[in-house]
């Protein structure tokens, strides 16, 4: 049998690797690609240059495991989905990691946690707007409040992860670990072009030989007990486990096995 493939999707649009692989104790990470994704500016792009940075280093049928946080966690389900689609991929595994596919629930969820901490009424208001006429302009407004706030980021860790969270904040300060402008021309694209998740791709899922393990934090503010739902709803054969942590579960608990 062939050997077993490990790549890592990181967590999301102008984003890249770089967290994990300065953060994470090499013992604990056997990773043969970190896919770090190319501005693109939109999802169906980030999609497919995922997917063929698989392809150019996967034998045909080869055994997979994917690995993604966040929204490259949605980047994963969609590439593993074209992989299958093209015949590419049989023995698979699908690590997902502090990941809500129901994205308008997710930011909303976010604003709101963050309006709580800050006595933000007006963050409320804009949080309850955008889940009600999820637009691009409606998104925009969303996050210049939130990110209104120098310190929004400290809520994507739990309390008890104080030094993993300076660690991360000081690695933020010597590179920069987000191009802000890539993220919202995909995201803006995505509430532009109404991008759920395809009920194939979970019903592919459901239908295949593919293993899912869906990670999720207790303290993550992008996520609540309706993400764990969800998830179980679409895809009841996967293996839901909640750990202690904020948005980062595999910084927090230094592993990428759960």
Not at 121 to 133: C, E, G, N, P
Request: net charge negative; charged share 20%.
């Amino acid at each position: 049998m062939s050997e077993l493939k490990q790549f890592f999707i990181h967590w999301g649009p102008g984003g890249h690797s770089l967290p994990e692989r300065t953060l994470l104790p090499p013992s604990t990470v056997n990773i043969n690609q970190w896919i770090d994704l190319e501005p693109s500016g939109c999802l169906t792009n980030l999609v497919r240059q995922a997917a063929e940075k698989i392809k150019n280093e996967l034998n045909q049928n080869q055994p997979l495991r994917l690995i993604g946080h966040s929204f490259g966690a949605r980047v994963a389900l969609e590439a593993w989905f074209e992989l299958k689609k093209i015949g590419f991929i049989d023995q698979c595994e699908l690590t997902l990691l502090a990941h809500d596919f129901n994205l308008v629930r997710s930011y909303a969820h976010l604003a709101i946690k963050l309006s709580e901490i800050k006595s933000d009424s007006q963050l409320q208001d804009i949080a309850a707007l955008f889940s009600k006429s999820p637009t691009s302009e409606h998104f925009v407004h969303l996050v210049g409040e939130i990110t209104k706030y120098p310190d929004f980021m400290s809520i994507y860790f739990s309390k008890q992860s104080a030094t993993i969270m300076q660690s991360f904040f000081d690695l933020a300060a010597k590179t920069s670990l987000l191009d802000f402008n890539e993220l919202m021309q995909v995201m803006n694209h995505y509430f532009d072009q109404k991008l759920s998740l395809s009920e194939n791709i979970f019903h592919e899922i459901t239908n295949s030989q593919t293993r899912v393990q869906i990670i999720l934090g207790r303290n993550d503010p992008f996520t609540s007990e309706e993400t764990g739902q969800d998830w179980k709803a679409h895809l009841p054969q996967a293996s839901l486990k909640w750990v202690e942590t904020g948005h980062f579960p595999h910084l927090e608990l230094g592993t990428l096995t759960f």
